[in-house]
């Protein structure tokens, strides 16, 4: 029953002789915000108590309740790492932190900017050891899930990050060569550190910039497709491979239909502002005593609105943003021949989830934020239907490498790849 | 009691039904897996230790099924999670804080309220004390270096050379020199710390003065004519001079470095998960309150020195009111011009005392008062009406 070998890349449908009965198995989370908030509010706790150093231990525990609370096809997720790895990796990711403080409060500019670089040369293994850390923590049913990619084929994958930087290499040059007096500037700013005037900025130079940046952007889509992509495909569950449908393009549309939402969001807000502000300087006008203490007043509360007004319009389409994503992904994955994901989320009501859970976060103070995440956590994970044929028991499992250092997952956690969500 | 459980052994998804009994061991319960499906095979034992036990997170609402982590063996489900604790307990279970914590209000709110006194001692005086000593290795050298370098910004950027006549100068700096020399010799905190003190002079930044590390002070022209429009001797900008001094002496930007770097990183590892607002909050309004101790500290130096010195510290005191009660006025003032011109100089003003991290202004809280008399002046700068107060005097009570 468990024989069936995988095919051995992650190419077209294989076909079975034998008709098999495909089971749907809805995804379950049978967690709640109250008592994700119980787990929460005694992490806080501890941390204060512990003066930070009960991080990873709470970090594993906000895992471990998620994983045991999420039900894949009636059995729950394991999260398996082992506390101590996770607390070396957690120690290790401080001592660096503090040498870079000590470098940058001293100012040492050799050892800040090596610092720096080497984190950037890093990004990529820091990615991939995080994702290892991930899925080799997982099991379902027994089995391990395990993050197979080489580092070769992670650094190629990272060529975007290196087409970037050549990007802006060319633009930076590019001006210079178009305006001579801006070279001069550049120059000048360094020996005085004065502002000056801009040199005339010619259209050519407007192109180039803006040539720059949609590089840019194309430069960061194509990245986050390596990487996901390399993700799903080089994700194994026992012996069985992930399985990767979508195209560059199905990302670039997900981003154009982001900008799309973004554009809306802040020409509402825009108008919104406009009938307000005007609406009240006629208000103040009308009762011109004491103007100036008002005006102050109507000056700072807009700017500060206006500000808060900003973070607001990009709240829906970074909401959008990841519904679609979520969507994209849940939707065109699948485990080797064996089962598929259907994905049902709504992206219109994620994105009503998402600002409800913002405005009661903000309104208290961030202790809502537990049953925020919970509740954003159920709305995704309960809109994926796992179909599997052949039935749940027949996967078998696959030679597992020994287990990955905590390093990564605390170093993900530094750089803001959350463990759950 | 035996427990029905279906084990997974890691090396396929497929179940085995098994028998899982718990036996208290002097280490905590031990884990028997009878298996179930093979007659004759005998049950395996898996220690405490051997073994990733599940946490309860809810003792009334346990969850459809629980899995036990087995390490390199496997796993087992087992879906009679109120038995499963039951058991567990019956084993002599010793569940940990975190535990206790989620599953019982008592010990919650005892480490609540520990949390909550542990959190203040720490920061009231955990790390002014930590920061003191850290302090005593920081070479001379890095302050001289940071020095320079600020005022170095400032002078590109808010600061102007001085229109005070050279004569003037030389004068308070005789007067400066002078009170450098009565400096007790008594051990204070750094006894072996002491810095070339100078003065020097500079214009802009409103009526001010302020000390950098190393033994830098500075003093704008604006307190200098301060001091000469409200008939006030030279002594109180001696008085002043004290002030800055004892920031000096006792090295008040070098431990606010080092404050300010363990709010920062303690404070956003404990409350970073709440929300940004409140790590920044606290981490903000303790260090405000550091700041305040500081000058306390150098208040308290002052009024030493000048005792020692036998000079008055009366005119300081009369001085730092009469700058916290120009300030309100011109903010006033200020208040009226923005309207007309309709410029935000709020923010510029803002960047202008952001950019400059060492100076310690007199008045310090730039707050939104209307009217004039001095109880309005009470109301926004209590902190100013006291220590002026004190200085009259020319004794606190918190000095020692």
Known sequence: ?421 | MLLQGRWFDGLSSKARPVMVALQPTPQGPSLVLHPVSQPGAGPTVFTWKQVGWPEAWNENRPPPRVVVDLRDHGSVEIDAVADWRAALAAAGERPGLAQRMQTRWPVLLGVTVAAAIGLTLFYRYGTPWAATQLTRFVPIGWETSVAENVLQQMDDGTLKPSKLPPARQAQLKARFDALAQQTPAAPHRYPSYRPPLSLEFRSGMGANAFALPGGKIVMTDGIVKAAADKGLPDDALVGVLAHEIGHVVHRHTTRMVVEQGVLNVGLGLALGDVSGIVSTGASVLTGLAYSRSHEREADCYAIALMRHAALPTAPMGRLLLAIAHDEEEEEDAQKKKKTAQGTPQAAEAAASTASAPAPRSKGQARKEAEAHPVWSLLSSHPETVRRARELEQGHAPHCS
């Open chain 1, 1 to 421: 029953m468990s024989q069936q070998q995988p095919s051995a890349g992650a190419g077209g449908p294989m076909s079975t002789f034998m008709p098999l009965n495909i089971d749907a198995h809805p995804l379950e989370f049978t967690g709640s915000g109250g008592e994700y908030f119980r787990v929460w509010i005694v992490n806080v706790l501890l941390s204060i108590v512990t003066l930070g150093i009960y991080t990873p231990w709470a970090r594993r525990r906000t895992a471990q309740y998620f994983y045991g609370h999420t039900l894949v096809a009636g059995s729950p997720l394991e999260f398996t790492a082992q506390q101590r790895k996770m607390v070396m990796g957690f120690v290790l990711l401080m001592l660096i932190t503090i040498a870079y403080q000590l470098a940058v409060n001293t100012g040492q500019d050799t050892a800040v900017g090596l610092f720096l670089l080497s984190g950037a040369l890093l990004a990529p293994y820091i990615w991939a050891s995080a994702m290892r850390f991930r899925l080799g923590a997982t099991r379902w049913r027994g089995l391990r899930l395990q993050f197979t990619a080489s580092w070769k084929e992670v650094y190629i994958a990272s060529w975007p990050v290196f087409a970037l930087a050549l990007v802006w290499f060319c633009v930076f040059f590019g001006m210079q060569m178009l305006s001579p007096d801006l070279a001069q500037v550049l120059e000048a700013a360094e020996e005085e550190g004065a502002k000056r005037t801009l040199p005339s900025f010619t259209p050519a130079m407007g192109g180039l910039l803006a040539l720059g940046l949609v590089l840019t952007v194309l430069c960061f889509i194509r990245l986050e497709y390596n990487y996901k992509s390399l993700l799903v495909l080089r994700a194994q569950v026992g012996a069985e491979r992930g399985r990767w449908k979508p195209v560059y393009m199905d990302f670039v549309k997900v981003w154009l239909a982001t900008v799309a939402v973004f554009i809306l969001c802040v020409l509402g807000v825009i108008a919104s502002i406009s009938i307000l502000a005007g609406s009240s300087i006629a208000l103040l006008a009308a009762s011109s005593d004491r103007l100036g203490f008002w005006m102050f007043v109507v000056i700072f509360v807009a700017i500060i609105g206006g500000m808060f007004l900003l973070f607001l319009a990009s709240a829906p389409a970074r909401a959008y943003r990841e519904a679609r994503m979520f969507q994209l992904l849940w939707n065109n994955t699948g485990l080797s021949h064996v089962a598929r994901f259907k994905c049902h989320l709504r992206s219109g009501r994620y994105v009503g989830l998402r600002l409800k859970n913002m405005l009661f976060t903000l309104l208290t103070l961030g202790l809502y934020r537990p049953f925020a995440r919970v509740s954003e956590y159920r709305m995704k994970l309960e809109s994926v239907t796992l179909h599997v044929k052949g039935g749940v028991d027949q996967v078998a499992g696959a030679m597992v490498r020994h287990q990955q250092g905590g390093l990564g997952d605390a170093l993900a956690d530094a750089a803001g790849l959350d463990l759950i969500g």
